[in-house]
């Protein structure tokens, strides 16, 4: 550190030097985030010293918490689910294994996983000591539900099924897992981080969430399609009475005890994933992805008609295509099979899906 500290004036040259180096949003077909919404930016300013871990404190942010599991509760047609706002997607994925594993306690715990799986799974696999299993993929890259039987056994402690795939933005078949897992008794999570803000504001979807009895918990990310500030997930469980088996004592806090994985907890974010669903309601979150979902066919439209066809044709706004340049000055990403990935977000508007396929055009030309 230095000796003398530096002048603000100072620091925010230097800090906005910093910032300047980042990208901005605009070029940014690649990620699953998007700048917030500006509700969600007011909400997070007026929330930004508060600590979740010691909810005591902050009885008003943590009164908010408990809204945002009772609204993605509802969302996922259960109002009385249990729950709470984590880092995102990775912690979720970790603390439902974390669930699973304690409520099957056996000598050589695994979990079955779709081979698409978030790398999350590997690292709660690490952490939790856990056999991975990954299931197969059909051509439209979804889970082999017929792959599965020979997988599960007695030490079997959960599996796993995505709902908006990280790379090909697919649906499992999530009907047809739920029934496995309650034919063998297996708890059974749905990775929702991404898909579980889409798919709810799609016309007519298929059921994915607690309306199926064989689910047990879900991942959803407000920080993705949500349009809250970083970071924002949330772990929704079936029976609220699981998270007991995570307690620890907590001495010299305002609660007893804890299940959560991280101790001071951000309600910034979490008041801000509120804000934007309590601001768009339904109505404004279905328009949202209406526009999302039209841009990413217009882009899949446009490629293919620039001739780079189609991975698959997703459940979600991911589009994937076989393509492998890209003009200059735009990032997108590549999936483990070398696809070009394409996730469009909000930020990513059809004026920019214009400008990117004519891009693609004049570097073919
Ligand atoms: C984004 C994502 C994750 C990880 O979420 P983080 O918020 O980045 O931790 C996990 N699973 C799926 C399906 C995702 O899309």
Redesign the pocket.
Known sequence: MREVGCSEEELFSFLSLMREKDLGYRNILSS?CTPPHPVAVRAHELFLETNLGDPGLFPGTAALEELLIQRLGALMHHPLAGGYATS????S?IQALRIAKKLRPTKSPNVVVPESS?F?FQKACDILGLEMRPVPLDAEFRMDADAIEDLVDKSTVALVG?V???EYGVNDPIARLSEIARDRDTFFHV?A??GGMVVPFLDRPAPFDFRLPGVDSI?I?P??MGMSTIPA?CLLVRDPRCFSSLNVDTPYLTVKQECTLAGTRPGASVAAAVAVLEYLGMDGMRAVVAGCMENTRRMIEGMETLGYPRAVTPDVNVATFSCDHVPAGWRVSRTRAGHMRIICMPHVTRDVVEAFLKDMGDMDA
């Open positions: 699953m995102g997607g990775t912690e994925n978030h999350s995505i908006g795939t990280t990775d981080a991404f991942s990310d920080h993705k997930g």
